[in-house]
């Protein structure tokens, strides 16, 4: 059989999909000219209920389900995601092939159209701040409490597309909702819409979400050798270690995008061989990993955050070094609230199936 020379990557269908699908297969007609790339893309569960809280619609797996029909039934040969939205745990008959250079993985603030006011402090007590994310909403309310117990402010569920929620911010008269959102900067940067942030909220203020920053491709579990081939040209190592130990961490944890669940992590004395992978990177050979995790109750009143770090020589080493940081968490009290969320989590599911009943 003669090797194939044509693919179809898949997506959701939101612009800012778009613009992370065309990057890949920017990458991937510079390193492969001869191949020819197609796109297909659909809307997801995530996508089409925008109304109702993330845990509700069963978590991270509400951005990818749908996309992985369309793997598993062979109309799409790859398929393009952000990797903080894919599970940790992948169906037994798919794998992620690849894992790109990641992109700034900080959150920004974003400010109303014509605010006077640019970083977190300025703003005003009861200010109203959009975020879907029970992560960052913990984790401000957390850095409130113990740095500026006057500034109480009111965080709201703000759901869509980054479009979206940008009209949404930018509303006024009777649709003015919002005083300020809190965004991935990633996100921000590929639209083009940096310059709408006015402040990164790095750590300890906030930690950024696992894998934030990242676009991974996922492919078939029995993907042949020429996808095989098109991922490993893709693959960012550095970016790979980081990432798995911090998924290791957050599968350790339990948790998902509805979890509040933080993480830092950096690669310092970094050791390289003399090989260059299909990527054209030098191989490496070691590099100390150091991460850090964020587990904070909903309320912002409890917070667990530890560090550890150690030399790694491999993606399973990486993932053992988040595996342990996981433990830790819990061991130091993380599971508390973690399972105190799943409580919190299960009551508000039951009201809501009351209410549709």
Known sequence: MAPRTSFTVGSRQSELAKIQTHIVIQQLSEKFPSYAFETQFNETEGDKNQSQALFLLGGKALWTRGLEELLA?????????????????????????????????????VMKAGSPYKMLEDLPAGSRIGTSSVRRSAQIKNYLKNHHKELEMTFKDVRGNLNTRLKKLDATGEDDAFDA???????????????????DLAPPVLYHAVSQGALAV????????????????????????????????????????????????????????????????LKLESAVLEITGCVTSLDGGRQFVKTIEGRVTSTSEAEALGKRLGQTLLDSGARDVLEEIKVDRAARAREAEGNTS
Not at 88 to 96: H, Q
Not at 182 to 195: C, D, Y
Not at 226 to 246: D, F, I, K, P, V
């Open 181 to 199: 959102l809190i965004l991935a900067k990633a996100g921000l940067v590929r639209l083009g819409w940096s310059h709408r942030a006015t402040e």
């Open 73 to 109: 039934n062979k109309q799409v040969d790859m398929l393009v995601h952000s990797l903080k939205d894919v599970p940790t745990e992948l169906p037994s008959e798919f794998k992620i092939g690849a894992i790109l250079e990641r992109e700034e993985c900080v959150d920004s603030l």
């Open 218 to 281: 996922e492919i078939r579990a029995d993907a042949s050798d020429e996808l095989s081939e098109l991922c490993e040209a893709l693959t960012h190592q550095r970016t790979q270690w980081t990432c798995l130990a911090e998924r290791a961490m957050l599968c350790t944890l339990e948790g998902g995008c509805s979890v509040p669940v933080g993480v830092n992590t950096k690669l310092t004395r970094v050791v390289e061989g003399d090989e260059r992978l299909r990527s054209g990177e």
